[in-house]
């Protein structure tokens, strides 16, 4: 079993910042892609930004230039810092690892999201 635990949502004003993280545990051997997600209401759950393994980093038109993904792969963490947010950036945000989870050779390949957390930004 592997679980996803973000923290960090709140409300700010626009052009003020805010940061996410995730934390995962569980039967984890390793993550390949570790990325953040959103979902305003009434609309779709769009990608925002992810990063692999390895560091590379792809992120959604609206929030390049203010939005920054890292992470610790020694803490199985992804944090998202959001810098100038905007009222459209309000929505629900969920944390997304791509696992290799259980033990040789019994692996899993395994998507798993967490539970989300609220950012609104108000005008």
């Known amino acids: 079993q592997v679980q996803l635990v973000e923290s960090g949502g709140g409300l700010v004003q626009a052009g003020g910042s805010l940061r996410l993280s995730c934390a995962a545990s569980?039967?984890?051997?390793?993550?390949?892609?570790m990325g953040w997600y959103r979902q305003a209401p009434g609309k779709q759950r769009e990608l925002v930004a992810t990063i692999a393994s390895g560091g590379s980093t792809n992120y959604a038109d609206s929030v390049k230039g203010r939005f920054t993904i890292s992470r610790d792969n020694a803490k199985n963490t992804v944090d998202l810092q959001m810098n100038s947010l905007k009222p459209e950036d309000t929505a629900v945000y969920y944390c997304?690892?791509?696992?290799?989870?259980?033990?040789?050779?019994?692996?899993?390949?395994?998507?798993?999201w967490g539970q989300g957390t609220l950012v609104t930004v108000s005008s």
């Open positions: 569980g039967s984890i051997f390793g993550i390949n892609t």
């Open positions: 997304n690892a791509r696992v290799v989870a259980g033990h040789s050779p019994n692996y899993k390949y395994l998507e798993v």
